[in-house]
């Protein structure tokens, strides 16, 4: 493929395609809410005021995290992939720009307020929970508008992403009435139930499709069961989160603990299988496949974890270790498919060849470092509170880094010619 040198970068070209748009915005907010935490852990582990407070810092740092730029991550790659999958024309930027950008907006205003004026950042929400929600309803436009005969990738994230608005909402009431402990539900709710499950529909339908297509010898092996397997998966994790909220402490509690931590450990177990079926050994061959491959070994690694530490749980308290699954989940799948997924399609769309050079696959190895380190830092202690900064030093400069080179592609147009 003959490609030119790209032109000049402008603000107009963001909107000459859905993805442009709705990456660009992600990784403003991406960058900004990594730069927030590291100031925050840096604040934790020297005892040095960093950065202002004025609502408790975990809430804040989940809520950017699960519900900021995942959705606009997504809305970039549906509002791209999605037409095809359905079968329908695609929706225009200038139809999705007003949910995307109040999105953004919303959650930057949740970084600046919970730094001074806590208003400011309930503001934030209300502006992303109606962005979000706007985006759900032009997806679910597409969805009802399909005659295509395979509608069920489709139809799942259409329905992740009514849960991740209902959880968004739930967030907002739950924040307004000072109840934290719900907050955490709603948005453990969001990662499970709506994240969770856009990654793994992805998954099914996209990394058989990719690595048969770079590895011929390899079938694109995807049956609807695994599906199943891996949502179920995802359903459990959701249901953990409310009886934990509901179930008193004693027999039955400490029955569903050891259930959970089993069917987890078998569920681990079954998806670390499924990595190697899908061909992750034969991928390493290739930088750009092998990313997609390790990215979704993680979440059968964070499923064992976690299932280990549930039966750990019943013999003793190991809460700093329930981070460490949570974060293998987060910063090691969902942050590594994010860096290997998003990085293909724009190589893809902005007319570049489909491969992962040295910072693209640099900045994935130092994210594998990041994920290592902050699974560590799980740690109690000194020792665990400079862990975690150096983890979230690490994710700031891996974001900063990748996210800078792909929005200086954004703003210029294809290096092939073509148009999008």
Known sequence: MKQTTAGAWRVAHIGLAPHRLGFFLAMLVLIASALWWALVQWSRASGALLVAQTMPAVVVHSAVMCF??????????????????????????????PPLLLQATGWLLWLVGSMGVTAVAWVGVA?????????????????????????????????????????LAGFAVALVLGRFDLTRAWVFTALWGSIGVVYVVVAHRMIPFFTSSALPMLDAWRPFWVLWLMLAAMAL?????????????????????????????????ALLWL???????????????????????????AFVLSGAVQWASIFGSVA???????????????GSLLVAMVTRVSCGHSGRLLHADQLAFGMFCLLQVAVVVRVLGALDGSIGAWL?????????????????????????????????
């Open 68 to 97: 900021g730029f995942f959705p606009l991550f997504f809305s970039g790659f549906l509002f791209t992939a999605g037409p095809r999958w359905l079968n329908v024309e695609p929706l225009s930027v200038r139809a999705v720009a």
């Open 127 to 167: 502006l992303a929970c109606t962005g979000l929600s706007w985006m759900t309803w032009w997806f679910l436009q597409l969805v009802r508008a399909s005659k295509a005969k395979d509608q069920i990738h489709g139809r799942t994230v259409a329905l992740a992403l009514v849960l991740g608005s209902i959880s």
């Open 237 to 269: 994790k959701v249901l953990e989160i409310w009886l934990a909220l509901w179930l008193p402490y004693g027999t039955v509690r400490t029955v569903w603990t050891a259930c959970s931590g089993s069917l987890q450990l078998a569920a681990g177990l």
């Open 275 to 301: 990595a190697f079926r899908w061909g992750m050994v034969q991928s390493l061959r290739n930088r750009l496949l092998a990313m997609l491959h390790i990215g979704f070994s993680w979440i059968g690694l």
């Open 320 to 334: 700093s270790w329930e981070n460490a699954a949570l974060h293998a989940f987060t910063m090691g799948a969902l």
């Open 388 to 420: 975690l900064a150096a983890a979230a030093t690490l994710w700031t400069i891996v974001m900063a880094l990748w996210g800078t080179r792909l929005c200086s592609w954004y703003g210029r147009p294809r290096v092939d010619g073509r148009p999008g």
